[in-house]
């Protein structure tokens, strides 16, 4: 098939940036990494661009096309030749460019290193037995678990961009992989750690990450899980915390958002006072609802009873997410719910019947 | 005429009243008759499922199990944040069985209606941009924008994480272009109408948040546009209202007026300025009104 590639290529000698178009010959099956390494052979040998092994496994080729981050080893152009498109190839974003496709991992491993990526089992001697952990309890970390740190997360993180400094989808997700890790003693600390200043509570939730991660670790909902279990465990003295405590507070009282008190809730009186000449703007348009008398939701009780019954249930913090997981990992792979021919059209071959000697 | 539940959820109630009071004018208009849901709380908004993820999943459980009770088979909502979270919950419910026992168990124990997986979640935005709803949008709007050059803002949690929402391309959607064009406006592109307007984190990162709201304004304003639309009332309230904090901050004042997607196709199908509630924004809407009346 024909294939046709912008890339943006990246001079760092020069300095000098510029988009070069390539056309080429390629197999129907071609990935965009096998493409890539058409190029970089037959027409220009100063392509440069990060892989290994080609399987989805290494997370060296991370980068973007049409501004959307990918596994370039995932990428199957067949569609998109077959279309007569022509993709615009990039490095990823939010980390600097080294030379065209390739850039500078550090400011990433940086942020990996600050979650403290690794066990901190409470000992430094082995214990006589091994530690047995439940199918349940590792089911907690599952999806984490998957990260190959590619980037592809963190290339459209929205917070990051905004804040360089914001540890970002990867490496929080990283900090879930430990804190739900039942073997892991060290989670309070974990979780104070992450509730800093460019941690948990600066993400802001536009899920570019649980989008773009090619691997199904889901970043935003692990992000989510740090912050239910650091309110799980009374850790809830930042501003977003004490904004996502006001919901509930709000649902379980008046069932609406108490929208005019979540200022003084999350920043303090102290704070709010500041705002008072923002507010005033706010309120001479009907943006201020009045808290008095409280816009409340008929049968609110039963929201009430609710939180008070699901408290006991043992499914506080990270649980409350991952007890949904299962149904949603049926989203990616159950496409229409049909019965599939595994050996049917465009799958493996039918293997031969094979006699009791082992013949074909 | 389709009848459909209509969550609300809390802006339209509260800071966003002109939202609820421009889409039950136009509902009509375009073939949708809503049954107002009266019994419901709070999605949770992300921080209840950020909080206390049990307790999102039932409060959810609980609108959704509300909505079934109307007897229509599609729960419209009017905000983003409200669509993602319904659809998330009712995603997990629908497939997976012992969850669907137990949050139905709880529910009967507080004297709720048990939930049966039989309603689906879809944005207005999506009811009027496709299929019979998109026909009657394009009769409704017979008074058409006069060209004017609206930039779409979707904001986030219509667009992602896709295999919840999907209801388009998440990196090219459309929907909001199509109904620009229906409604004889010109659509601008530009890229950041697919990122974050930094609501979520305005009151605990403000100085992170704004410096995601200025670039679809800044964007919009470069490309000529006259106002934006937007199918959320979250999106609406940060890049209305705290566009004088932008002044403060940064000292651009971009006068960019703001309207609810609902505002956009009743000024084309020739609501009343009394439903249409302009005065209750923050940003005049003057300039778009003054050009549609040369």
């Known amino acids: 098939m024909q294939v046709a590639l912008k890339i943006w290529r990246y001079d760092p000698i020069a300095g000098e940036r510029a988009l070069r178009e390539y056309e080429f010959d390629a197999p129907e099956w071609a990935t965009l990494l096998d493409c890539l390494d058409i190029v970089k052979d037959r027409i220009d040998g100063t392509l440069a661009y990060r892989k290994s092994c080609r ?306 | 005429m389709r009848t459909v539940a209509y969550y609300k959820g809390c802006l339209a109630s509260l800071s966003a009243k002109e939202l609820d009071i421009s889409t039950q004018a136009l509902a009509p208009k375009v073939g949708l008759e809503l049954i107002e849901l009266e019994r419901v709380t709070c999605c949770g908004a992300g921080d209840i499922h950020e909080a206390e993820p049990d307790y999102y999943l039932h409060l959810n459980e609980r609108i959704l199990a509300y909505a079934e009770e109307t007897g229509s088979d599609t729960l419209m909502t009017v905000c983003n944040v409200c669509t993602l979270n319904l659809r998330q919950a009712n995603h997990q419910l629908r497939g997976d069985e012992a969850l669907l026992e137990r949050v139905n168990a709880n529910l009967e124990s507080v004297g709720a209606p048990s939930y049966s997986g039989g309603v689906d979640v879809q944005h207005f935005l999506w009811l009027v941009s496709a299929g019979d709803g998109y026909e009657l949008l394009k009769d409704a709007a017979h008074k058409g924008l006069k060209g004017l050059k609206i930039a779409p803002f979707y904001g986030c949690q219509i667009l992602r994480p896709s295999k919840l929402l999907g209801f388009e391309d998440p990196d090219r959607p459309e929907s909001l272009e199509r109904i620009i064009v229906a409604c004889g406006g010109e659509p601008i592109d530009y890229p950041a109408k697919i990122k974050c307007c930094g609501f979520p984190i305005i009151q605990a990162r403000e100085e992170v948040a704004l410096a995601e709201l200025i670039q679809p304004i800044e964007q919009a304003k470069e490309a000529g546009a006259d106002a934006m639309v937007t199918p959320c009332p979250l999106c609406h309230l940060s890049l209305d209202a705290w566009q004088s904090k932008l002044l403060k901050e940064t000292g651009r004042d971009f006068q960019m007026p703001v309207l609810h997607l609902s505002q956009l196709i009743g000024v084309a199908a020739g609501l009343e300025s009394s439903e249409l509630k302009f005065k209750r924004h923050i940003v005049s809407v003057e300039p778009v009104v003054d050009k549609l009346a040369v």
């Open chain 1, 55 to 360: 399987m989805m496994i290494c997370g060296s080729c991370g980068m973007r096309m049409n501004g959307a981050a990918v596994l370039a080893c995932k990428t199957r152009m067949y569609d998109i030749a077959q279309a007569g498109e022509v993709p615009v190839i990039s490095a990823m974003g939010n980390l600097p460019i080294v030379k065209d496709l390739v850039v500078d991992m550090e400011p990433f491993w940086g942020k990996i290193r600050a979650v403290t990526p690794w066990l901190e089992p409470g000992y430094t001697e082995p214990v006589e037995k091994e530690r047995v952990v439940s199918q349940e309890r590792m089911d907690v970390i599952h999806k984490e678990s998957l990260c190959i740190m590619c980037g592809c997360c963190v290339s459209e993180c929205n917070s990051m961009e905004a804040d360089p400094d914001f540890l970002g989808p990867a490496a929080l997700a990283k900090g879930m992989r430990f804190v739900g890790d039942a073997r892991d003693e060290a989670t309070v600390e974990r979780l104070q750690e992450y509730s800093n200043p460019h941690g948990i509570w600066d993400c802001t939730r536009c899920y570019f990450c649980q989008e773009r991660c090619p691997k199904g670790v889901d970043p935003r909902d692990a992000i989510a899980k740090l912050g239910a279990e650091a309110v799980r465990h009374g850790i809830d003295s930042d501003m977003g915390a004490k904004h996502a405590k006001w919901f509930v507070t709000s649902s379980k009282t008046t069932g609406w958002l108490r929208e005019t008190e979540l200022v003084p809730k999350t920043q303090g009186i102290a704070a709010s006072i500041k705002e008072v000449k923002f507010a005033m703007g706010l309120l001479t348009h009907g943006k201020v609802p009045p808290p008095v008398p409280p816009h409340v939701a008929k049968d609110v009780g039963e929201a009430r009873a609710l939180y008070d019954l699901v408290k006991t249930q043992e499914r506080a913090g990270a649980a409350g997410i991952v007890q949904g997981e299962k149904a949603l990992s049926r989203l990616e792979f159950e496409d229409d719910g049909g019965e599939r021919d595994p050996y049917g059209e465009g799958s493996f071959p039918k293997p031969l019947p094979v006699d009791k000697d082992g013949n074909e």
